[in-house]
C-alpha cells in the first residue's frame, strides 16, 4: 500500500464552514430542527414537549487516534450539562463468528472497515433517545473481541447527544438526526503514534500486532473510507484537540443552540398556563373542615417548633394519601372464615406504587409507610436551573412494573408553585409506559397557575390537593410562591 494520502489529494478544495454566510449551510446558523422546535410550540400549545424529545445531537467523526474523544470530552467539560451522553461507535462493534474471533486474537480481522461497526443499531439507538424513549446501548469488551453478553448501558432523559467515532459521519441516516457535524483532521502519523499508545496500554495489544494492524487495515481504511466523510462536516478542526481557537467557537455555538432550546422550554411551560376550572371532575381539592383549616395555621406560623411542624404534616399528608387512594379501582371478592363462613367483599383491583419527586415529595413518606408498609417506591431528582428557571431532570428510578395497566401511581410533591417539575415528572411516567389516566398528583399547597398546567398538558391525570392559592390570594400572601415546606419539615 503506497503511503499517499488519497484523500488529501483527491478531495476538493472547499469554502471554510468556519466563516460566516448567508447560506442555509452556514456553521452559525440555527439549526433546522431548533426553529421547528419553536414552531411546534405555537401548533400544540396543549401538549406539553420536554427537552429531551429534542436533545441537540452532535457528531464527531475523524481517523483513529485523531483526537475525537479529547474534542468530545472537551465539548463536554466547557457545556457543562449533566445530562449529556458520549456515544462511542466503538460500542456498536458487530458481534464476531468463532472464525472471526481467532482471526481477531491474531491481530488479522480488519475492525476499522465500515461493515465491521453496526451503524443501523447506532442509528435506531440515536432515533430512540431523539423521541424521548430508554434506549439500551450494547458494551463491547476488547480484550474479549466480543459484546459483553447480559450487560447494556441504559440511557434515558438526554438533552445533549455526542456520537463520536471514526465512523460518525459515514451513515447517511444518522447524519440526518445530527444538528452539528465535526470532523477531526489530524496527521496519520501522530495519529499511529496516539493509537500506539492507547492500544498497548489499555487494550492489551502488543507492538508488532498493532504495527501490523496499522499498515493492512487502519490506514488504508482512513484514507478510503474515513478522508472523505470530512465532505458531510458544518466544521472541520485541524490539529485536532491542539486547536484550541475552534474548539472553543464550537463550544461557543453550542452553549448558543442550548440557550436557544432553554428559553423555547420556558415558553412552551408558560403556553400552557390557562383559567383553572375548579369544578374539572379530576381536581380533587380537600374538604374545609375546622381541622384542616387549624393544621393550615399551624404550619404557616413562623413560630411553630419543627416537631409540631413535622407532626401535622404528617396529619394532614396521611388525609391526602387516603383521599388519593379513593380513585383506586376496586373489585368484589369471595372471603371464607376459619369456620368456612363465606362472605363477598371488596379488595383493590389495582397495585398502588408511589413515585416521590426529591426532596420535596420526601415529606409523604412516614404517612405513606404508616398507611401503606408494603408500598414500592420511585425517586425522580428534578432541580430548575438557578439562572434561567428550567426544569432539569436529574435522575429517575421508578418502581418495577410501574407500566402495568393494573397499577395506579401516587406521585408526591408537597408544593407546586409553577407546575413545571411535576409536568415533568408525569412526561418521565408516561415515556416508560404509564398511563396518564393511572396517574393520580398529591400535593398539599399548590397555585392556580401550576394546577392549570399540569391539568392542561395532561387532562387524565388526578389531582388531589390541600389549599390553593388562587391569583388574589397570593397577591396579599407572597410566601405561597415560596417553597418552604420541605425546609420546615426536614430543617435544613
Not at 279 to 290: A, D, H, S
Not at 455 to 465: D, G, L, P, Q, S
Request: hydrophobic share 40%; charged share 25%.
Amino acid at each position: 500500500m503506497s503511503d499517499l494520502n488519497l484523500g488529501e489529494t483527491k478531495l476538493p478544495r472547499r469554502p471554510s464552514r468556519i466563516a460566516p454566510k448567508g447560506g442555509e449551510g452556514s456553521f452559525f446558523n440555527p439549526p433546522q430542527d431548533v426553529k421547528e422546535f419553536r414552531e411546534s410550540l405555537h401548533e400544540d400549545k396543549e401538549k406539553y414537549i420536554p427537552p429531551w424529545t429534542e436533545p441537540y445531537i452532535i457528531g464527531v467523526a475523524g481517523p483513529s487516534g485523531s483526537g475525537k474523544t479529547s474534542v468530545a470530552s472537551k465539548i463536554i467539560q466547557e457545556i457543562n450539562t449533566p445530562w449529556t451522553v458520549l456515544l462511542s461507535l466503538d460500542n456498536f462493534y458487530k458481534p464476531l463468528t468463532p472464525e472471526q474471533s481467532k482471526l481477531a486474537f491474531q491481530n488479522k480481522w480488519d475492525f476499522d472497515a465500515p461493515e465491521s461497526i453496526d451503524l443501523d443499531l447506532c442509528y435506531e439507538c440515536v432515533k430512540s433517545l431523539k423521541e424521548g424513549r430508554k434506549t439500551q446501548i450494547p458494551v463491547y469488551s476488547f480484550e474479549k473481541h466480543s459484546r459483553v453478553e447480559d450487560r447494556s448501558i441504559t440511557i434515558y432523559g438526554a438533552n445533549v447527544i455526542i456520537v463520536e467515532g471514526i465512523y460518525g459521519l459515514y451513515h447517511e441516516k444518522l447524519n440526518s438526526l445530527m444538528h452539528m457535524k465535526v470532523y477531526v483532521d489530524t496527521d496519520l502519523d501522530l495519529c499511529l503514534a496516539r493509537r500506539l499508545n492507547r492500544d498497548i496500554l489499555y487494550r492489551g495489544r502488543d507492538l508488532a500486532g498493532a504495527m501490523t494492524q496499522w499498515h493492512t487495515s487502519v490506514k488504508p481504511n482512513a484514507e478510503r473510507f474515513v478522508k472523505p466523510t470530512m465532505r458531510s462536516a458544518n466544521l472541520i478542526l485541524p490539529r485536532g484537540s491542539d486547536n484550541v481557537i475552534a474548539i472553543n467557537m464550537l463550544i461557543k455555538h453550542i452553549k448558543k443552540q442550548l440557550v436557544l432550546k432553554s428559553e423555547a422550554h420556558l415558553e412552551h411551560i408558560n403556553q400552557l398556563t390557562s383559567i383553572l376550572d375548579v369544578k374539572n371532575g379530576n381536581l380533587k381539592v380537600l374538604e374545609k373542615t375546622n381541622q384542616t383549616h387549624g393544621i393550615y395555621t399551624i404550619l404557616l406560623n413562623k413560630k411553630t417548633p419543627r416537631d409540631d411542624f413535622i407532626f401535622y404534616f404528617d396529619r394532614i399528608a396521611t388525609t391526602l394519601i387516603n383521599r388519593a387512594l379513593e380513585f383506586t379501582a376496586f373489585k368484589t371478592i369471595e372471603v371464607e372464615t376459619p369456620l368456612n363462613i363465606k362472605f363477598q367483599t371488596m379488595a383493590p383491583s389495582e397495585t398502588v406504587v408511589a413515585v416521590n419527586i426529591i426532596r420535596s415529595g420526601d415529606c409523604f413518606m412516614h404517612s405513606l409507610r404508616k398507611t401503606l408498609p408494603e408500598i414500592a417506591i420511585g425517586k425522580l431528582l428534578i432541580q430548575s436551573d438557578s439562572t434561567t428557571g428550567e426544569p432539569q431532570l436529574h435522575s429517575e428510578s421508578l418502581p418495577p412494573h410501574v407500566d402495568d395497566k393494573s397499577t395506579r401511581v401516587l406521585l408526591l410533591d408537597a408544593q407546586v408553585i409553577s407546575g413545571a417539575a411535576i409536568i415533568m415528572a408525569i412526561q418521565v411516567l408516561v415515556d416508560h409506559g404509564v398511563d396518564p389516566s393511572n396517574i393520580t398528583v398529591v400535593t398539599y399547597l399548590a397555585t392556580e397557575i401550576g394546577l392549570s398546567r399540569i391539568m392542561k398538558a395532561f387532562k387524565e391525570v388526578t389531582v388531589v390537593v390541600g389549599e390553593i392559592g388562587f391569583h388574589e390570594k397570593m397577591q396579599k400572601e407572597t410566601w405561597f410562591r415560596k417553597r418552604f415546606i420541605d425546609t420546615e419539615y426536614f430543617g435544613t
